[in-house]
């Protein structure tokens, strides 16, 4: 299987789905409206909505399904990262090659454009179909737990506190699950979901998606770290020179590389009960750790 | 009726709801926990949360039923003044009579404090229950919408533009009709559909919202310029001097007392359908008015 053509198509898909949920850029506030679209269309991977896709698919269930929960998923991304962006954040000035969103915008605009992009994924899961064991109201609870305060956003602060500061391995990882693995397994859960999969598929995935997302944070951190920000896309070595908590700074690179190939093994294990479909699923978790090594 | 009393009962119960749905300070990570409990217990008068819950008695509905709704548009409302105070919005260092959240947490950690109450307001209203009438989603929906680029964040942002700028009439209706009336709006709409209520009480509460909503924001440009910080427990004289848009600025102080008392009639008149049942909805009106003149 070609996972590169496969997320190629997935994402084109998602990004026209993202395209009439959006309000156009005309619509009044204009600005608010462009910059929506600007911080959405900033040409992101789209990793965790085909992720959510190929969850679905994994299932039995079909695309159309599970596509509100995907673009649900991918506003709630968009968001944290111009949240992040900000100068009261990570202060970063260029995010996938391009100006970040209160580069363009300013600040104030920039928080009101995440503000909008997080209500938005609201909107759009609101329109999700319900299955026959999960109604709409589950859904939308997930999203809420996922991206809250014990987790994206808990893991968003903890984060933001560790700067600096002597980091155990817990509060490492206390940090990782809650900004990087919860959205992961979020759409992967919500992706099993919609195609009406039994509670114990939605625990695999879940399973796998956490891993996933542990490892995919670690290897982020190595690439902050060996990469130049031209082939980033964004600035590398801010890691570093801002004390962020990553794994390269608590455990060096070497044992690094190790856990991310140990907890990608965990999550690739997690998938067994769900057999052959989840083909596609395997390549991206050995397509996510070869972008390194 | 003694209006202010039947307020101050709500109150109560509102924040003894609000104390039971925020996770205590003590949960990690605790200081965004403390900081969304500062936020939101800091003495706000529970205006949208009394009438969501006075427009579900109005439909014969009883409170509890209502709590859910009227809890998170407390926390869509704290979020909204959190993220409005902070330096690259409003720039207020006051509010309620107490430094703002992110004098006292820091700027990263009030954006993200903001974040998370926004992402509460959908948890919390994922717990309310279905009506006949309506389902779990059509109030998510509806906070959505109305909190969403549209309405709230839409009038925030356009709101933000108009600064120094010379502004129409029409540009300062859309202003106040996103960033306050349609929260107060969708409250009594939401505390109608908690009671069940027909669509044509639905609206006719949704209308009086809209009125007495424009009625209040002009009411709060007024005390702006007319009193004190100290009795207005936030920086007074802000407006004019950020060169905000507001009526008095627009219109002039005369022709905006008019038009509160005009907007403010237009919203009881939108009662009538709701008989004696309303009687302390139209209290409530009568009382917002009077608290300036």
Redesign the interface.
């Known amino acids: 299987m070609n996972v590169k053509s496969r997320l190629a198509t997935l994402h084109k898909k998602v990004d026209s789905a993202l395209d009439r949920w959006l ?1 156009s850029a005309g ?3 204009k ?3 462009s910059a ?1 679209r600007y911080s959405v269309f900033a040409g992101g991977k789209r990793l965790r909505p085909a992720m959510c896709l190929a969850a679905a698919e994994a299932c039995g269930g079909r695309l159309s399904a599970a596509m509100p929960s995907a673009c649900a998923i991918e506003c709630i991304h968009t ?1 944290s990262l111009v ?1 992040d962006d ?1 100068p ?2 990570d202060d970063d000035d260029l995010r996938r090659g391009r100006p970040t969103t209160h580069k363009v915008f ?7 454009t ?3 992009l ?3 994924a ?2 759009i899961l ?2 999700t179909e319900p299955t026959e064991r999960y ?3 589950d859904f ?2 997930e ?3 996922s ?4 987790q994206l ?2 893991g ?3 984060d ?2 560790a700067e600096n500061q002597k980091v155990t391995p817990s509060a490492l990882e ?1 940090i990782h699950l809650g900004k990087t693995a919860a959205m992961i397994s979020l759409s992967l859960r919500l992706g099993a979901m919609s195609a009406n999969a039994r509670p114990a598929d939605c625990r695999a995935l879940a399973k796998f998606g956490t891993h996933l997302g542990l490892a995919f944070q670690i290897i982020d951190d190595i690439l902050d770290i060996m990469q130049t920000s031209e082939r980033l896309g964004k600035s590398a070595g801010k890691d570093v020179a801002a004390g962020k908590a990553t794994y390269p700074a608590v455990f060096g690179l070497e044992k690094s590389r190790s856990e991310a190939v140990r907890y990608t093994k965990i999550a690739l294990q997690a998938l067994k009960p769900l057999g052959g479909k989840a083909d596609f699923l395997r390549g991206i978790g050995d397509y996510l750790l070869e972008r390194e090594f």
Do not use: N, W
């Not at 991206?147 to 014990?150: P, T, V, W």
């Open positions: 309000p619509t009044k506030p600005t608010l409206h929506m968001y949240h900000l009261c954040m300013g600040e104030g605009v920039a928080v009101l995440g503000d909008a997080l209500t938005m609201f909107e609101s329109r109604e709409v109201k939308l609870k999203l809420a737990i991206a809250g305060s014990l956003i808990g968003q602060v903890a933001l506190e206390f």
